[in-house]
Nanobody
């Protein structure tokens, strides 16, 4: 029906950069917000950044000034540019989106499978 597929995770040294991508595909009528979330080992999942359909962005305090979310509407893709990475950014990063599919006809939340980001020297 609708799928979100993330890519771009990996291991990087502190101070390094990574760029995550999340592509939505399937029976999409409209995409509302597209988000990046993360879950570190033993911690709750948290919202890291959000890009709304109106073009507004939100960032968690812990990543402000270091992470940038952007969206290519033509490709149904959202990106997360992560700079000045810290060990505490280590987590599984999940893409999520609120999408109205042509099948359901109303907004629903969808999640990707997650991609591991490890920041370590």
């Amino acid at each position: 029906q609708v799928q979100l597929v993330e890519s771009g995770g990996g291991m990087v040294q502190p101070g390094g950069s990574l760029r995550l991508s999340c592509a939505a595909s399937g029976s999409i009528f409209r995409i509302n917000a597209m988000n990046w979330n993360r879950q570190a080992l033993g911690k709750q999942r948290e919202l890291v950044a959000q890009f709304t359909s109106g073009g507004s962005t939100y960032y968690a305090d812990s990543v402000k000034g270091r992470f940038t979310i952007s969206r290519d509407s033509a490709k149904n893709t959202v990106y997360l540019q992560m700079n000045s990475l810290k060990p505490e950014d280590t987590a599984v990063y999940y893409c999520s989106a609120v999408i109205t599919s042509t099948v359901a006809g109303h907004p629903q939340a969808y999640w990707g499978q997650g991609t591991q980001v490890t920041v370590s020297s």
